[in-house]
Protein backbone atom coordinates (compact mmCIF):
# COMPACT_ATOMS: atom_id res chain seq x y z
CA UNK A 1 0.00 0.00 0.00
CA UNK A 2 1.24 3.36 -0.71
CA UNK A 3 2.64 5.84 1.48
CA UNK A 4 1.61 8.50 -0.80
CA UNK A 5 -1.98 8.81 -0.42
CA UNK A 6 -1.87 11.67 1.40
CA UNK A 7 -4.43 14.71 0.67
CA UNK A 8 -4.62 17.27 3.27
CA UNK A 9 -4.24 20.84 4.30
CA UNK A 10 -5.38 24.01 2.68
CA UNK A 11 -5.00 27.63 3.73
CA UNK A 12 -6.46 30.37 2.35
CA UNK A 13 -4.51 33.64 2.39
CA UNK A 14 -7.16 35.45 4.96
CA UNK A 15 -8.26 32.53 6.96
CA UNK A 16 -6.42 29.92 8.29
CA UNK A 17 -7.53 26.66 6.22
CA UNK A 18 -6.77 23.74 5.57
CA UNK A 19 -8.50 21.55 2.73
CA UNK A 20 -8.96 18.30 1.94
CA UNK A 21 -10.50 17.51 -1.45
CA UNK A 22 -11.57 13.90 -2.76
CA UNK A 23 -11.25 13.91 -6.72
CA UNK A 24 -12.33 9.90 -7.17
CA UNK A 25 -14.83 8.94 -6.25
CA UNK A 26 -15.91 12.37 -6.46
CA UNK A 27 -17.02 14.23 -2.87
CA UNK A 28 -19.93 15.28 -2.45
CA UNK A 29 -21.86 19.00 -3.15
CA UNK A 30 -20.54 21.40 -5.95
CA UNK A 31 -17.80 21.43 -8.13
CA UNK A 32 -14.66 22.37 -6.92
CA UNK A 33 -11.25 23.53 -8.80
CA UNK A 34 -8.95 21.12 -7.85
CA UNK A 35 -6.03 23.32 -9.69
CA UNK A 36 -6.98 26.54 -7.20
CA UNK A 37 -5.41 25.89 -3.46
CA UNK A 38 -7.56 27.31 -1.00
CA UNK A 39 -10.80 26.47 -3.25
CA UNK A 40 -14.40 26.41 -0.55
CA UNK A 41 -15.18 23.34 -1.46
CA UNK A 42 -12.34 21.59 0.22
CA UNK A 43 -12.80 23.68 3.43
CA UNK A 44 -15.83 21.25 5.46
CA UNK A 45 -15.80 19.90 8.91
CA UNK A 46 -19.08 18.98 9.50
CA UNK A 47 -19.72 15.51 11.04
CA UNK A 48 -19.48 12.73 9.40
CA UNK A 49 -19.49 14.49 5.81
CA UNK A 50 -18.84 18.03 5.90
CA UNK A 51 -22.20 19.20 6.07
CA UNK A 52 -22.60 17.59 1.98
CA UNK A 53 -25.92 15.23 1.64
CA UNK A 54 -26.50 12.58 -0.40
CA UNK A 55 -27.21 13.34 -4.12
CA UNK A 56 -29.84 12.50 -6.42
CA UNK A 57 -29.28 8.63 -6.77
CA UNK A 58 -27.31 7.38 -9.60
CA UNK A 59 -25.19 6.88 -11.29
CA UNK A 60 -23.00 6.20 -8.40
CA UNK A 61 -19.54 4.86 -9.66
CA UNK A 62 -18.82 1.26 -8.78
CA UNK A 63 -16.33 -1.11 -7.25
CA UNK A 64 -16.11 -4.57 -7.38
CA UNK A 65 -16.67 -6.28 -3.77
CA UNK A 66 -13.81 -8.00 -2.73
CA UNK A 67 -11.85 -6.28 -5.25
CA UNK A 68 -9.59 -3.60 -5.88
CA UNK A 69 -10.84 -0.01 -4.89
CA UNK A 70 -8.61 3.40 -5.88
CA UNK A 71 -9.33 6.50 -4.09
CA UNK A 72 -7.84 10.11 -5.54
CA UNK A 73 -6.68 12.79 -3.11
CA UNK A 74 -5.17 16.25 -3.68
CA UNK A 75 -2.79 17.92 -1.22
CA UNK A 76 -3.15 21.42 -1.96
CA UNK A 77 -1.23 22.87 0.88
CA UNK A 78 0.72 20.99 3.05
CA UNK A 79 0.27 21.79 7.33
CA UNK A 80 2.78 19.19 8.62
CA UNK A 81 3.09 19.31 12.22
CA UNK A 82 6.49 19.17 13.42
CA UNK A 83 6.72 16.64 16.66
CA UNK A 84 2.86 15.76 16.16
CA UNK A 85 2.26 15.00 12.67
CA UNK A 86 -0.95 14.05 11.31
CA UNK A 87 -3.27 12.01 8.97
CA UNK A 88 -5.39 10.90 6.91
CA UNK A 89 -8.03 8.00 6.98
CA UNK A 90 -10.41 6.51 4.30
CA UNK A 91 -13.85 4.71 5.65
CA UNK A 92 -16.69 3.63 4.15
CA UNK A 93 -20.13 3.12 5.53
CA UNK A 94 -23.01 0.69 4.45
CA UNK A 95 -25.97 3.69 4.88
CA UNK A 96 -26.59 5.91 2.69
CA UNK A 97 -26.86 8.77 4.72
CA UNK A 98 -24.62 8.56 7.54
CA UNK A 99 -24.56 10.64 10.77
CA UNK A 100 -21.72 9.50 13.07
CA UNK A 101 -17.78 8.37 12.13
CA UNK A 102 -19.17 5.23 14.23
CA UNK A 103 -21.21 4.52 10.76
CA UNK A 104 -18.52 4.07 9.19
CA UNK A 105 -15.19 1.34 8.43
CA UNK A 106 -11.60 2.34 8.43
CA UNK A 107 -9.95 1.28 4.93
CA UNK A 108 -6.40 2.92 5.07
CA UNK A 109 -4.70 5.93 7.04
CA UNK A 110 -1.48 7.16 5.59
CA UNK A 111 0.35 9.70 7.56
CA UNK A 112 1.12 13.52 6.84
CA UNK A 113 4.63 14.11 4.76
CA UNK A 114 6.64 17.25 5.51
CA UNK A 115 7.17 19.29 2.29
CA UNK A 116 8.78 22.03 3.96
CA UNK A 117 6.25 24.11 2.10
CA UNK A 118 2.93 24.85 3.03
CA UNK A 119 1.79 25.81 -0.43
CA UNK A 120 3.45 22.47 -1.99
CA UNK A 121 0.56 20.97 -4.52
CA UNK A 122 0.71 17.28 -4.78
CA UNK A 123 -2.17 14.39 -6.56
CA UNK A 124 -2.04 11.33 -4.23
CA UNK A 125 -3.67 7.64 -5.27
CA UNK A 126 -3.91 5.18 -3.24
CA UNK A 127 -5.03 1.35 -3.90
CA UNK A 128 -6.52 -1.12 -1.38
CA UNK A 129 -8.94 -3.78 -1.54
CA UNK A 130 -12.55 -3.04 -1.89
CA UNK A 131 -14.69 -4.33 1.30
CA UNK A 132 -16.21 -7.39 0.23
CA UNK A 133 -19.55 -6.49 0.53
CA UNK A 134 -22.57 -5.51 -1.77
CA UNK A 135 -24.37 -2.68 -1.74
CA UNK A 136 -25.97 -0.26 -4.07
CA UNK A 137 -25.27 2.81 -2.76
CA UNK A 138 -22.38 3.28 -0.05
CA UNK A 139 -20.85 6.19 1.29
CA UNK A 140 -16.79 6.72 1.18
CA UNK A 141 -15.74 9.06 3.94
CA UNK A 142 -11.81 10.90 3.67
CA UNK A 143 -11.13 12.64 7.37
CA UNK A 144 -7.81 14.72 7.46
CA UNK A 145 -6.45 15.43 11.36
CA UNK A 146 -3.45 17.76 10.90
CA UNK A 147 -2.77 17.86 14.49
CA UNK A 148 -1.65 21.61 13.86
CA UNK A 149 -2.60 24.35 15.87
CA UNK A 150 -5.80 25.57 15.50
CA UNK A 151 -6.86 23.30 12.80
CA UNK A 152 -9.78 20.62 13.13
CA UNK A 153 -10.91 17.76 11.57
CA UNK A 154 -11.63 18.09 7.65
CA UNK A 155 -13.88 15.88 6.29
CA UNK A 156 -15.30 14.95 2.35
CA UNK A 157 -17.44 12.14 1.38
CA UNK A 158 -18.61 10.62 -1.79
CA UNK A 159 -21.10 8.04 -2.91
CA UNK A 160 -20.18 4.78 -4.56
CA UNK A 161 -21.75 1.06 -5.61
CA UNK A 162 -20.08 -2.12 -4.38
CA UNK A 163 -21.26 -4.71 -6.81
CA UNK A 164 -20.77 -8.63 -7.34
CA UNK A 165 -17.71 -10.41 -8.97
CA UNK A 166 -19.76 -10.91 -12.43
CA UNK A 167 -21.42 -7.47 -12.28
CA UNK A 168 -19.67 -4.85 -14.49
CA UNK A 169 -18.28 -2.33 -12.70
CA UNK A 170 -19.77 1.31 -13.61
CA UNK A 171 -17.31 4.52 -14.38
CA UNK A 172 -18.03 7.75 -13.73
CA UNK A 173 -16.01 10.24 -15.26
CA UNK A 174 -14.88 12.95 -12.26
CA UNK A 175 -16.06 16.63 -13.57
CA UNK A 176 -12.99 18.45 -11.78
CA UNK A 177 -9.50 18.44 -13.35
CA UNK A 178 -7.08 16.89 -11.51
CA UNK A 179 -3.96 19.28 -11.69
CA UNK A 180 -0.70 19.10 -10.16
CA UNK A 181 1.18 22.64 -9.34
CA UNK A 182 4.39 22.02 -11.09
CA UNK A 183 7.09 22.33 -8.51
CA UNK A 184 9.85 24.55 -9.69
CA UNK A 185 12.27 21.73 -10.54
CA UNK A 186 9.61 20.84 -13.53
CA UNK A 187 9.30 24.32 -13.96
CA UNK A 188 12.81 25.07 -14.47
CA UNK A 189 13.77 21.91 -16.12
CA UNK A 190 11.60 23.00 -19.29
CA UNK A 191 12.66 26.94 -19.52
CA UNK A 192 15.77 27.26 -21.42
CA UNK A 193 16.43 30.15 -19.13
CA UNK A 194 16.47 27.66 -16.05
CA UNK A 195 18.59 24.81 -17.97
CA UNK A 196 20.96 27.75 -18.61
CA UNK A 197 21.28 29.08 -15.37
CA UNK A 198 22.24 25.60 -13.79
CA UNK A 199 24.64 24.83 -16.34
CA UNK A 200 25.68 28.55 -15.42
CA UNK A 201 26.42 27.38 -12.21
CA UNK A 202 28.11 24.20 -12.69
CA UNK A 203 30.49 25.86 -14.67
CA UNK A 204 31.36 28.70 -12.39
CA UNK A 205 31.78 26.86 -8.99
CA UNK A 206 32.92 23.52 -10.22
CA UNK A 207 31.88 21.30 -7.51
CA UNK A 208 34.43 19.22 -6.93
CA UNK A 209 36.59 22.20 -5.24
CA UNK A 210 35.62 21.18 -1.75
CA UNK A 211 37.56 19.17 0.31
CA UNK A 212 35.88 16.76 2.96
CA UNK A 213 37.10 18.75 6.22
CA UNK A 214 33.81 18.15 7.93
CA UNK A 215 31.24 14.91 7.97
CA UNK A 216 27.26 15.39 8.62
CA UNK A 217 25.42 12.84 10.53
CA UNK A 218 21.51 12.06 9.56
CA UNK A 219 18.96 9.37 9.49
CA UNK A 220 17.81 7.55 6.26
CA UNK A 221 15.12 5.43 5.23
CA UNK A 222 16.27 1.80 5.96
CA UNK A 223 16.60 -0.01 2.03
CA UNK A 224 15.63 -2.94 3.27
CA UNK A 225 12.80 -2.59 6.43
CA UNK A 226 10.70 0.18 7.41
CA UNK A 227 10.55 -0.50 11.10
CA UNK A 228 14.65 0.24 11.38
CA UNK A 229 16.31 3.09 10.27
CA UNK A 230 19.86 4.00 9.46
CA UNK A 231 22.22 6.27 11.13
CA UNK A 232 24.56 7.56 8.09
CA UNK A 233 27.58 10.05 7.67
CA UNK A 234 27.69 12.33 4.75
CA UNK A 235 30.74 13.34 3.03
CA UNK A 236 30.84 16.95 2.14
CA UNK A 237 32.80 16.93 -0.54
CA UNK A 238 31.53 13.99 -2.43
CA UNK A 239 27.58 14.02 -0.95
CA UNK A 240 28.45 10.12 -0.69
CA UNK A 241 26.07 8.65 2.10
CA UNK A 242 27.00 5.97 4.66
CA UNK A 243 25.76 3.71 6.84
CA UNK A 244 27.32 3.75 10.48
CA UNK A 245 24.53 2.16 12.60
CA UNK A 246 21.27 0.42 12.49
CA UNK A 247 18.27 2.15 14.86
CA UNK A 248 15.23 -0.24 15.53
CA UNK A 249 12.44 2.03 14.56
CA UNK A 250 11.19 3.89 11.32
CA UNK A 251 12.12 7.00 10.39
CA UNK A 252 8.49 7.84 9.08
CA UNK A 253 5.24 5.75 9.81
CA UNK A 254 4.65 3.14 6.76
CA UNK A 255 0.88 2.29 5.84
CA UNK A 256 -0.51 0.05 7.83
CA UNK A 257 -2.27 -3.59 6.69
CA UNK A 258 -5.73 -3.63 5.77
CA UNK A 259 -6.46 -5.28 8.91
CA UNK A 260 -4.82 -2.82 11.46
CA UNK A 261 -6.82 -0.55 9.25
CA UNK A 262 -10.10 -1.81 9.30
CA UNK A 263 -9.48 -2.08 13.42
CA UNK A 264 -8.61 1.21 13.60
CA UNK A 265 -5.34 1.30 14.21
CA UNK A 266 -4.42 4.25 13.35
CA UNK A 267 -1.10 3.46 11.77
CA UNK A 268 1.77 0.79 12.03
CA UNK A 269 4.17 -0.05 13.19
CA UNK A 270 4.04 2.61 16.10
CA UNK A 271 7.51 3.15 16.82
CA UNK A 272 9.31 5.86 14.30
CA UNK A 273 11.95 9.00 14.77
CA UNK A 274 10.34 12.70 14.07
CA UNK A 275 11.22 14.57 11.51
CA UNK A 276 12.68 18.02 11.60
CA UNK A 277 13.86 17.41 15.19
CA UNK A 278 17.39 17.15 16.77
CA UNK A 279 19.71 18.52 19.04
CA UNK A 280 23.69 17.60 19.63
CA UNK A 281 25.29 17.80 22.63
CA UNK A 282 28.90 18.26 21.67
CA UNK A 283 30.79 18.31 25.00
CA UNK A 284 29.42 14.35 25.25
CA UNK A 285 29.10 13.62 21.47
CA UNK A 286 25.39 12.80 21.81
CA UNK A 287 22.27 12.99 19.26
CA UNK A 288 19.12 12.82 20.22
CA UNK A 289 15.82 12.76 18.45
CA UNK A 290 12.15 12.44 19.50
CA UNK A 291 10.40 8.89 18.66
CA UNK A 292 6.63 7.94 18.50
CA UNK A 293 6.77 4.65 20.39
CA UNK A 294 3.61 3.08 20.75
CA UNK A 295 0.16 3.39 20.18
CA UNK A 296 -1.80 5.08 17.38
CA UNK A 297 -1.12 8.89 15.40
CA UNK A 298 -3.13 10.11 17.75
CA UNK A 299 -0.90 9.28 20.71
CA UNK A 300 1.43 11.97 21.14
CA UNK A 301 4.84 11.07 20.42
CA UNK A 302 6.52 10.78 23.98
CA UNK A 303 9.94 8.87 23.93
CA UNK A 304 13.69 10.54 23.82
CA UNK A 305 16.20 8.33 21.76
CA UNK A 306 19.82 8.87 23.10
CA UNK A 307 22.78 8.20 20.29
CA UNK A 308 26.18 7.98 22.13
CA UNK A 309 28.10 8.91 18.84
CA UNK A 310 31.39 7.35 19.97
CA UNK A 311 29.89 3.61 20.09
CA UNK A 312 27.03 4.17 18.10
CA UNK A 313 24.51 3.07 20.92
CA UNK A 314 21.60 3.92 21.63
CA UNK A 315 19.49 4.55 24.91
CA UNK A 316 15.27 5.07 24.75
CA UNK A 317 14.10 7.26 27.10
CA UNK A 318 10.22 7.70 28.17
CA UNK A 319 9.44 11.23 28.47
CA UNK A 320 7.11 12.60 31.51
CA UNK A 321 5.79 15.80 32.53
CA UNK A 322 5.02 17.56 28.68
CA UNK A 323 1.48 18.72 28.24
CA UNK A 324 1.67 18.38 24.54
CA UNK A 325 4.11 17.17 22.11
CA UNK A 326 7.96 18.25 21.43
CA UNK A 327 8.02 20.85 18.53
CA UNK A 328 11.44 21.63 18.97
CA UNK A 329 15.22 20.94 21.22
CA UNK A 330 17.79 22.17 21.42
CA UNK A 331 20.88 21.41 23.62
CA UNK A 332 22.59 24.34 25.76
CA UNK A 333 26.31 23.97 26.93
CA UNK A 334 25.91 23.73 31.21
CA UNK A 335 22.29 23.65 30.78
CA UNK A 336 21.21 20.20 29.16
CA UNK A 337 18.46 19.63 26.98
CA UNK A 338 15.75 21.88 26.26
CA UNK A 339 12.64 21.55 24.95
CA UNK A 340 10.02 23.85 22.80
CA UNK A 341 6.46 22.86 23.40
CA UNK A 342 2.83 24.52 21.56
CA UNK A 343 0.11 23.81 24.37
CA UNK A 344 -3.71 24.64 23.48
CA UNK A 345 -5.04 27.36 25.89
CA UNK A 346 -8.89 26.65 25.94
CA UNK A 347 -10.36 28.19 22.42
CA UNK A 348 -8.20 31.22 23.30
CA UNK A 349 -4.75 30.19 20.89
CA UNK A 350 -1.84 28.57 22.22
CA UNK A 351 1.01 28.84 25.34
CA UNK A 352 4.35 28.43 24.54
CA UNK A 353 6.43 26.03 26.96
CA UNK A 354 10.12 26.00 27.11
CA UNK A 355 11.09 22.65 29.25
CA UNK A 356 14.40 20.88 30.74
CA UNK A 357 14.60 17.58 30.26
CA UNK A 358 16.65 15.24 32.29
CA UNK A 359 18.15 12.65 29.90
CA UNK A 360 18.42 9.97 32.79
CA UNK A 361 14.77 9.78 33.89
CA UNK A 362 12.92 11.32 30.85
CA UNK A 363 11.26 14.24 33.34
CA UNK A 364 10.51 17.46 31.88
CA UNK A 365 10.29 20.75 34.27
CA UNK A 366 8.93 23.73 33.40
CA UNK A 367 11.07 26.24 32.34
CA UNK A 368 8.86 29.23 31.12
CA UNK A 369 5.51 29.48 30.08
CA UNK A 370 3.82 32.67 27.86
CA UNK A 371 1.37 34.22 29.70
CA UNK A 372 -0.83 35.58 26.62
CA UNK A 373 -2.34 32.85 24.37
CA UNK A 374 -0.69 32.90 20.62
CA UNK A 375 -3.93 32.19 17.97
CA UNK A 376 -1.68 32.72 14.83
CA UNK A 377 1.75 32.56 14.87
CA UNK A 378 1.74 28.57 15.53
CA UNK A 379 3.80 27.26 12.55
CA UNK A 380 7.21 25.96 14.31
CA UNK A 381 9.98 26.53 12.08
CA UNK A 382 13.33 26.18 14.82
CA UNK A 383 14.77 26.74 17.87
CA UNK A 384 18.31 27.57 18.52
CA UNK A 385 20.77 29.36 21.28
CA UNK A 386 23.14 31.90 21.39
CA UNK A 387 24.16 34.23 24.17
CA UNK A 388 22.34 32.74 27.00
CA UNK A 389 18.97 32.56 24.96
CA UNK A 390 16.69 30.45 23.07
CA UNK A 391 15.62 31.38 19.99
CA UNK A 392 12.62 29.97 18.63
CA UNK A 393 11.19 31.02 14.86
CA UNK A 394 7.39 30.85 14.17
CA UNK A 395 5.54 31.33 10.99
CA UNK A 396 2.05 33.20 10.49
CA UNK A 397 -0.61 30.02 9.76
CA UNK A 398 -2.41 32.79 7.15
CA UNK A 399 0.60 34.03 5.44
CA UNK A 400 0.97 31.38 2.57
CA UNK A 401 3.00 33.43 0.71
CA UNK A 402 4.39 36.52 2.40
CA UNK A 403 6.15 33.79 4.88
CA UNK A 404 5.52 35.91 7.82
CA UNK A 405 7.71 34.85 11.12
CA UNK A 406 8.22 36.19 14.57
CA UNK A 407 11.42 35.73 16.26
CA UNK A 408 10.96 34.50 20.02
CA UNK A 409 13.61 34.81 22.43
CA UNK A 410 14.69 33.68 26.13
CA UNK A 411 16.70 34.73 27.93
CA UNK A 412 18.42 32.20 30.66
CA UNK A 413 19.58 34.64 32.83
CA UNK A 414 17.34 37.13 33.33
CA UNK A 415 14.42 34.75 32.28
CA UNK A 416 12.88 37.38 29.78
CA UNK A 417 11.02 36.36 27.28
CA UNK A 418 10.49 38.60 24.11
CA UNK A 419 9.34 38.51 20.15
CA UNK A 420 9.97 40.73 17.27
CA UNK A 421 8.66 40.27 13.80
CA UNK A 422 11.57 40.27 11.40
CA UNK A 423 11.43 42.34 8.22
CA UNK A 424 10.89 39.64 5.26
CA UNK A 425 10.46 42.10 2.71
CA UNK A 426 13.32 41.18 0.78
CA UNK A 427 14.08 37.81 2.53
CA UNK A 428 12.32 35.05 3.55
CA UNK A 429 13.45 32.23 5.96
CA UNK A 430 12.61 29.46 7.69
CA UNK A 431 15.48 28.95 10.14
CA UNK A 432 18.17 30.74 12.34
CA UNK A 433 21.69 29.03 13.40
CA UNK A 434 24.11 30.95 15.59
CA UNK A 435 27.57 31.77 13.79
CA UNK A 436 30.38 32.65 16.37
CA UNK A 437 30.98 36.65 16.41
CA UNK A 438 28.47 36.99 13.45
CA UNK A 439 25.30 36.13 15.75
CA UNK A 440 22.43 34.86 13.91
CA UNK A 441 22.05 34.25 10.27
CA UNK A 442 20.13 32.07 7.84
CA UNK A 443 20.13 30.69 4.11
CA UNK A 444 17.25 32.11 1.93
CA UNK A 445 16.06 32.24 -1.22
CA UNK A 446 14.80 35.66 -1.19
CA UNK A 447 10.80 36.27 -1.65
CA UNK A 448 9.04 33.00 -1.88
CA UNK A 449 7.27 32.99 -5.69
CA UNK A 450 5.41 29.85 -6.59
CA UNK A 451 7.21 28.17 -9.74
CA UNK A 452 10.16 30.49 -9.53
CA UNK A 453 13.61 29.68 -8.44
CA UNK A 454 15.11 32.98 -6.95
CA UNK A 455 18.93 33.40 -6.14
CA UNK A 456 19.88 32.03 -2.47
CA UNK A 457 21.72 34.01 -0.29
CA UNK A 458 23.11 34.00 3.35
CA UNK A 459 21.22 36.86 5.39
CA UNK A 460 21.93 38.24 9.16
CA UNK A 461 19.28 37.90 11.33
CA UNK A 462 18.68 40.76 14.17
CA UNK A 463 16.62 40.24 17.18
CA UNK A 464 15.48 43.61 16.40
CA UNK A 465 14.31 42.31 13.30
CA UNK A 466 16.33 43.42 10.37
CA UNK A 467 17.64 40.83 8.13
CA UNK A 468 20.02 42.08 5.50
CA UNK A 469 22.35 40.46 3.13
CA UNK A 470 25.75 38.62 4.06
CA UNK A 471 26.95 37.27 0.78
CA UNK A 472 25.54 35.62 -2.40
CA UNK A 473 25.04 31.71 -1.91
CA UNK A 474 24.09 30.37 -5.24
CA UNK A 475 22.83 32.38 -8.69
CA UNK A 476 18.84 32.38 -9.70
CA UNK A 477 17.44 29.23 -11.37
CA UNK A 478 20.20 26.96 -9.93
CA UNK A 479 18.05 25.61 -6.86
CA UNK A 480 14.72 25.15 -5.46
CA UNK A 481 13.28 27.31 -2.99
CA UNK A 482 13.09 24.56 -0.53
CA UNK A 483 12.91 25.57 3.15
CA UNK A 484 13.81 22.26 4.64
CA UNK A 485 17.26 23.37 3.00
CA UNK A 486 18.95 23.72 6.90
CA UNK A 487 21.53 21.58 8.78
CA UNK A 488 21.77 21.53 12.42
CA UNK A 489 24.61 22.72 14.43
CA UNK A 490 27.46 24.94 13.06
CA UNK A 491 31.49 24.28 12.78
CA UNK A 492 33.58 26.20 16.49
CA UNK A 493 35.17 27.99 13.31
CA UNK A 494 31.57 29.28 12.10
CA UNK A 495 30.61 27.28 9.24
CA UNK A 496 27.48 26.26 8.15
CA UNK A 497 26.37 23.78 5.99
CA UNK A 498 23.34 24.42 3.54
CA UNK A 499 21.25 21.76 1.28
CA UNK A 500 20.21 22.71 -1.74
CA UNK A 501 17.81 20.99 -4.19
CA UNK A 502 18.72 21.10 -7.77
CA UNK A 503 16.02 22.84 -9.66
CA UNK A 504 17.00 20.72 -12.88
CA UNK A 505 18.19 17.25 -11.79
CA UNK A 506 16.45 15.38 -8.98
CA UNK A 507 19.73 15.87 -6.80
CA UNK A 508 20.50 17.77 -3.48
CA UNK A 509 24.04 19.75 -3.31
CA UNK A 510 25.83 20.53 -0.32
CA UNK A 511 27.02 24.14 0.12
CA UNK A 512 29.96 24.67 2.80
CA UNK A 513 29.64 28.16 4.13
CA UNK A 514 32.63 30.29 6.33
CA UNK A 515 30.99 33.82 6.88
CA UNK A 516 34.37 35.71 7.06
CA UNK A 517 33.07 39.37 7.36
CA UNK A 518 29.68 41.38 8.26
CA UNK A 519 29.45 41.15 3.99
CA UNK A 520 32.11 38.19 2.66
CA UNK A 521 31.49 34.64 2.30
CA UNK A 522 33.82 31.57 0.95
CA UNK A 523 31.67 29.65 -0.53
CA UNK A 524 31.85 25.85 -1.64
CA UNK A 525 30.16 22.99 -3.04
CA UNK A 526 29.83 19.29 -3.09
CA UNK A 527 29.04 16.77 -5.29
CA UNK A 528 25.64 16.42 -6.93
CA UNK A 529 23.80 13.54 -4.03
CA UNK A 530 21.37 11.76 -3.44
CA UNK A 531 19.96 12.22 -0.24
CA UNK A 532 16.26 12.81 -0.63
CA UNK A 533 16.12 9.39 1.89
CA UNK A 534 18.05 11.39 4.58
CA UNK A 535 16.81 13.44 7.45
CA UNK A 536 17.91 15.49 10.24
CA UNK A 537 21.14 16.18 9.28
CA UNK A 538 23.35 17.70 11.63
CA UNK A 539 27.02 18.42 11.71
CA UNK A 540 29.40 16.15 13.57
CA UNK A 541 31.32 18.19 16.30
Not at 116 to 144: D, G, I, K
Not at 223 to 243: H, M, N, Y
Not at 318 to 328: E, I, K, R
Not at 364 to 386: G, I, K, M
Amino acid sequence: MSARLLCLVLLAAATARAHICLISPQQRGPYFNASQAGDPGCFRHEVPCGGQYPPNPAPFPSFTAGGQMTVKLQQNLNHYEVGFPGYIDVGYSTKTNPTSDDDFVVLAVVADTNWHQQSHQQNYTLTFAAPNVECAHCVMRVRYNAHKPGETTFRQCSDFALVAASSTPVLVRAQQKMVQQPSTRRVLAQNDAGRAAFAAFDRTFPLTKQAAADTLLGVSFSEVDATTADLVSVDTSTAAVQKVATLPFGLASPAPSQAQAQARTAIGPSKYLLDQISAYDSEHKTLYYILHSEGSMEQIPTALVVVDLASYGYAQVQLFGLPAAVNGLVYVPGRGLIAFVISPKGNEGYIFNLYTIDVGTGVATLLYATSSPEPLFVNYQWTDFADDTVYILMGDENSLYALNVRLYSFNLQTTVWSMQLLNNTEYTISSVQNLPVYGLVAASPGLFKPGVASAWSIVSVMPTGEVSKICDLAPAGAFQPYYGQTIFNVTPDGVLYVRLLSATTATTVLARVHVTSSSSCDVTFSNHGNLGHVHNLAVRL
